[in-house]
């Protein structure tokens, strides 16, 4: 059973193989504006240098978002079009969930931040890896006041510790995870992706919706009364 795991929703991303013994191989890069050439080749690359082929994957697990608009539906398009010609089917995995998935061991809560701009941000409690709220758009004020009512430590993760790092340090039992452990890896929406084909947790190329949690700037834009 093998799971390729594939990330377009930031300025990282990649795509990684899983199998039930463990991490297969691995490509994360720096993509920024990128996403449409270079996420082919890296598939074709953790492939090549793995020794295995498309048609031997098991499924493909995929971040829905948020994230990145334009990177997101790269993405979603390169994995419904593998899974429709091989008819393989597809694992979704929001960025909160997966980078969640990273810290399941720590015990306490953890706090998966996307930067969501307009000091605001995506985020979601989880713990051991389980979600225990719904995802919420907020701004960064508001969750600080909220989880200063907490008496318990919280981990932030995420790519958005950094640009909120100092409102995020008013929480008064932050916990910041390592700065090389803030990106979104795909081996984790791969792992992630995994547990859930063992559910049986998964959809058809068609059904796989992406996971914007609002509207684009666009969008904003062209209706700037509605949010």
């Given at each position: 059973m093998i799971i390729m795991g594939i990330d377009t929703s930031g300025s990282f991303g990649g795509a990684a193989l899983v199998s039930e013994q463990g991490l297969v191989a691995e490509y994360l890069l720096q993509i920024h504006r990128g996403h449409s050439e270079l996420i082919v080749p890296t598939i074709e690359r953790v492939l090549s240098d793995s020794g295995i082929a498309l048609e031997d994957l098991t499924a493909f697990a995929v971040v829905t978002g948020p994230g990145s608009f334009t990177g997101l539906r790269i993405g979603l398009a390169t994995v419904k079009g593998f899974a429709y010609a091989l008819n393989k089917p597809i694992i979704p995995v929001t960025a909160m969930e997966a980078l969640a998935w990273q810290h399941r061991t720590y015990p306490q809560l953890v706090y998966p931040i996307i930067d969501a701009r307009r000091q605001e941000v995506f985020t979601q409690a989880f713990r051991s890896g389980e979600s225990v709220a719904e995802a919420v758009n907020c701004k960064v004020s508001d969750l600080v006041e909220m989880l200063n009512s907490l008496s318990e430590p919280v981990l932030f993760t995420g790519p958005g510790v950094t640009a909120h790092r100092q409102q995020l340090s008013e929480v008064k039992h932050a916990i910041f995870a390592p700065d090389q452990d803030l990106q979104l890896r795909p081996s984790s929406a791969a792992a992630l992706g995994l547990e859930?084909?063992?559910?049986?947790?998964?959809?058809?190329?068609?059904?796989?919706?992406?996971?914007?949690?609002?509207?684009?700037?666009?969008?904003?834009?062209?209706?700037?009364?509605?949010?």
């Open positions: 859930r084909f063992k559910q049986g947790k998964t959809q058809s190329w068609y059904e796989v919706l992406p996971y914007y949690m609002r509207k684009s700037s666009a969008e904003y834009q062209f209706n700037p009364t509605e949010k």
